[in-house]
């Protein structure tokens, strides 16, 4: 079996579709007008960044266990904390749509639309959740939420349009094993060419200096 097949079997499927959920809201699948018509582009699903992000949250944060910092898995402890966010969300009324499925063991994040994945989000963000009601490492300590959520929005959008996609079969290898297999197609879409040694920018303007008697005037 493949490295990256064989790590996302292991995956529990609660995390699984949680993460899924969470990336599809973020950055969907979508279309964008061209002069032919509308082209279809991949979202986070396809480019398996869901994968990324279970993978990332359980062997690059670290977190302080007693005296000193340890690496923790914390791809489970999140999915629980967005779905608490979740049923947080629909208890209080504040989710526009129906959840999609109600029926018991159904995923409360994942059953929601995509923009109350996001409201769900924003409530965490804001504080204004019962923190008793959070899984830990997150209950009671609503600091810890804040930074999460914003981990989850930068580290999906990372994701995404970084390199990581196209590292294929090697992409939930270690680092320093990871070998890019083909040109990223998050790249492709955004129409960026790839790495340069070095592309055009702005380091400054051009200056004339005049120097009459000493003195240097610049015009």
Do not use: C
């Amino acid at each position: 079996m493949q490295p990256a097949v064989a790590y996302a079997a292991s995956t529990d499927p609660y995390t699984d579709a949680t993460f899924r959920a969470l990336v599809d809201a973020i950055v969907p699948s979508t279309a964008v007008p061209t002069k032919t018509g509308m082209i279809p582009t991949v979202g986070a699903v396809e480019l398996h960044v869901h994968e990324y992000m279970i993978w990332e949250l359980d062997h690059s944060l670290t977190l302080v266990v007693g005296v000193y910092p340890s690496v923790i898995p914390l791809a489970a402890p999140t999915a629980m904390l967005l779905n608490a966010g979740a049923v947080q969300l629909i208890a209080s009324g504040q989710a526009q749509f129906a959840p999609y499925n109600t029926a018991p063991g159904a995923i409360p994040f994942a059953a929601l639309s995509p923009s109350d994945r996001i409201r769900t989000l924003a409530l965490l963000e804001s504080s204004n959740v019962d923190p008793g009601a959070l899984p830990p490492p997150y209950q009671y300590d609503l600091g810890l939420v804040k930074f999460m959520v914003d981990f989850l929005n930068r580290q999906t959008m990372f994701g995404t349009f970084s390199e990581w996609s196209a590292y294929g079969t090697t992409r939930l290898m270690t680092p320093t094993r990871r070998r890019l297999e083909y040109f990223p197609i998050s790249w492709r879409q955004v129409g960026y060419p790839g790495v340069s040694l070095g592309y055009r920018a702005l380091l400054g303007f051009p200056l004339t200096i005049v120097r009459e008697g000493g003195v240097s005037t610049i015009v």
